[in-house]
Antibody, heavy 123, light 106 residues
Framework: EVQLVESGGGVVQPGGSLRLSCEAS????????MDWVRQAPGKGLEWVGR??????????EYAASVKGRFTISRDDSKNSLSLQMNSLKTEDTAVYYC??????????????WGRGTLVTVSS | EIVMTQSPATLSVSPGERATLSCRAS??????LAWYQQKAGQAPRLLIH???TRATGIPARFSGSGSGTEFTLTISSLQSEDFVVYYC????????FGQGTKLEIK
């Protein structure tokens, strides 16, 4: 059974930092690109960023809204994904989902989602 | 950035009837379109990818169609568990979502 379990959410002050983790199981983690997607309370979905697999050099991509502040990394030996969030703003408040990306070349849709972890940025 | 627009924002339909949800892209996304279902308090679930391919385990009452800039999700014979929120998403250039359509019981 595919599972993605996020952790690390909580309350942080504006300007602070937080590190989210995602533990994967039930599939070959190293084969997949992995993404983070967020959802502000009562709002829609926003793509945050992506890390490709080893074959594609672990290249990362970020949404303009988080570029330079957020960093995605992965450890294939531990089937884990991380999101380091720095210089947090109140508008970063959201549920953050760890998302598996399909392996179909040029058809990179989101085929499995974790349950999410809530990040609240507030003074 | 490609903007995705879903309509209507809320759709009222009776159980057992058909629901038709629309999604429009600000420029062509070819067939690179997915639909997701999100129940309250839960993570989204992939329903349809490549505009018309049902994901694994998705019931046949869910179907997708369209290409270019106009797409449709059709749910035939609505069940009680279908009255939730649906999002479309393009993955042609970047990854952007529509604002969602809430399906409610009429």
């Amino acid at each position: 059974e595919v599972q993605l379990v996020e952790s690390g959410g909580g309350v942080v002050q504006p300007g602070g930092s937080l590190r989210l983790s995602c533990e994967a199981s039930g599939f070959t983690f190293s084969d997949h690109y992995m993404d983070w997607v967020r959802q502000a309370p009562g709002k829609g979905l926003e793509w945050v960023g992506r890390i490709r697999n080893k074959v594609n050099s672990y290249i990362t991509e970020y949404a303009a809204s988080v570029k330079g502040r957020f960093t995605i990394s992965r450890d294939d030996s531990k089937n884990s994904l991380s999101l380091q969030m720095n210089s947090l703003k109140t508008e970063d408040t959201a549920v953050y989902y760890c998302v598996r990306v399909s392996t179909t070349v040029s058809k990179r849709y989101f085929d499995f989602w974790g349950r999410g972890t809530l990040v609240t940025v507030s003074s | 950035e490609i903007v995705m627009t879903q309509s209507p924002a809320t759709l009222s339909v009776s159980p057992g009837e058909r629901a038709t949800l629309s999604c429009r892209a600000s420029q062509s996304v070819s067939g690179n379109l997915a639909w997701y279902q999100q129940k309250a308090g839960q993570a989204p679930r992939l329903l349809i990818h490549d505009a018309s391919t049902r994901a694994t385990g998705i019931p046949a009452r869910f179907s997708g169609s369209g290409s270019g800039t106009e797409f449709t999700l059709t749910i035939s014979s609505l069940q009680s568990e279908d009255f939730v929120v649906y999002y479309c998403q393009q993955y042609y250039s970047g990854y952007t979502f529509g604002q969602g359509t809430k399906l409610e019981i009429k």
